[in-house]
């Protein structure tokens, strides 16, 4: 699938985006190995979430739906899984991988992980490290790529872990590990990431502590089934805070969304850049902050982005990116070197397409230097990468003529009707199969 998108045009209007990803993932994982029955409602119906639930089907968990983002899960407590009858696929999704890898090395019973092209392209050494010194047996292939082929029967025992770099995904692995390790299992993280993980096993009546930048729990403990009520996804609201605070005359308002303290660096950043963003109506829903948020267009300026918030804004650097090239001045990113190693080494992608649309940027080891500029229309790469396609979708609200947008079939994985949800808010879209 394509996208191709008319330059020009502004965002109006009142949206709710998909379900937050990370907390879809969670909701299924932890409710399979709690007991009791979990119900989830604003699940989001996108591919990396349902190859999840997928899974663990085959796991022999029972899971009703999702249909129109509610599913029911029969959870079989921490010792009820049964080993799949053939490999499980992850799709394309890292998150699935990397957390289920934790959780499979602590059963009694062999797994394999495979996924598509893109994630069997993708390391997975940074969680195979720690399951190792846990005492788990686990094979890759080469550069610790995927399969991931996990022994069965491994008796795992609890560490302290110092993440290399700040990650919460290998960070949710190893805690979620030490659910089935004798003893403690610390985890302690240079920045903080997202915590949704520590969230739901609190609301999932598990104990643990978190201090200081460290989290730890003790293994053998029992999950219980509860209710969850997913937020909106703060990523895919990102896409719309950079359209709606780009393009002049703007003005958009999106409904509950997750403001996770963890994951609203996206809003500290535009509005360190002027953006004009108002966050109103804060509650808690099931221990996750919800608020709605107002945007208005603005004049963007470049900055420096501080370091601090960069793992709170990791996936949402694409569009940022965006928001940089339609920025006065100069905007500098350091310390992301996470985003080498997402769908695609989005930093080199995101450069590839902004050097096609006339964008002056230099490539940094960690990083990118983005000088703002006029955006003239051109033909884009995605490296089937979901995040570069909506973000350049995106740009063409600023640009000079027509964006063409190739591989945009992953937009699915973590946004669902993308094309008709913008299309309706203002953005000149279209989408066709790749050749008509």
Do not use: W
């Not at 390391?123 to 005492?135: F, K, S, W």
């Not at 605070?245 to 809003?267: K, M, Q, W, Y």
Request: proline share 4%; net charge negative.
């Amino acid at each position: 699938m394509e996208f191709l998108v008319a330059p020009g045009g502004s965002i109006h209007g009142e949206a709710r985006v998909p379900g937050d990803k990370s907390i879809s993932h969670r909701s299924v994982m932890l409710g399979a190995l709690a007991t009791g029955e979990t119900s989830v409602t604003g699940f989001l119906q996108g591919e990396d979430a349902l190859a999840t639930v997928a899974a663990f089907r085959a796991l022999g968990v029972e899971i009703d739906g999702p249909r129109k983002g509610a599913l029911r899960i029969r959870g079989v407590g921490l010792e009820g899984l049964r080993a799949a009858p053939s490999s499980l696929d992850m799709g394309n999704s890292g998150t699935s991988m990397r957390l289920l890898a934790g959780i499979l090395a602590g059963q009694s019973f062999a797994s394999e992980l495979v996924g598509d092209t893109s994630l069997m392209g993708r390391p997975m050494q940074r969680v195979i490290t720690p399951l190792t010194r846990m005492g788990a047996v686990i094979e890759a292939g080469d550069g610790g790529r995927p399969p991931l082929r996990i022994a069965g029967g491994s008796k795992l025992h609890g560490i302290h872990y110092d993440l290399p770099m700040a990650s919460a995904q290998v960070k949710s692995c190893v805690l979620l590990a030490g659910l089935f390790a004798d003893g403690e299992t610390s985890v302690t993280e240079p920045a903080p990431t997202r915590d949704h993980t520590e969230r739901m096993l609190r609301g999932f009546g598990y104990d643990l502590e978190s201090q200081d930048g460290s989290v730890k729990l003790h293994g053998g403990g029992e999950l219980r089934g509860c209710e969850i009520d997913v937020p909106a996804d703060i990523s895919s609201a990102a896409f719309l805070l950079v359209a709606a605070s780009i393009a002049p005359g703007s003005e958009l308002l999106l409904t509950h969304v997750g403001v996770n303290p963890t994951r609203t660096g996206v809003i500290s950043i535009l509005r360190l850049m002027g953006a004009d963003i108002t966050v109103s109506n804060e509650r808690e829903v099931g221990g996750e902050p919800v608020a709605d948020i107002l945007v208005r267009s603005a004049v963007l300026k470049g900055i420096d982005i501080p370091r601090d918030l960069v793992p709170l804004a990791i996936d949402e650097f694409p569009v940022l990116f965006i928001a940089a090239a339609c920025a006065e001045g100069r905007t500098v990113l350091r310390g992301a070197e996470e985003l080498r190693v997402k769908e695609s080494d989005r930093i080199a992608s995101m450069a590839e397409g902004l050097t096609t649309l006339g964008i002056r940027n230099e490539v940094l080891d960690d990083g990118i230097i983005i000088d703002g500029g006029t955006l003239s229309g051109g033909t884009i790469r995605t490296f089937h990468d979901h995040r570069i396609a909506m973000s350049f979708a995106v740009a063409a609200l600023r640009a000079e003529a027509q964006i063409r947008i190739l591989d945009c079939d992953h937009v699915a994985t973590s946004f669902p009707g993308f094309d008709s949800l913008t299309r309706g808010l203002g953005l000149q879209i279209a989408s066709r199969d790749a050749g008509e």
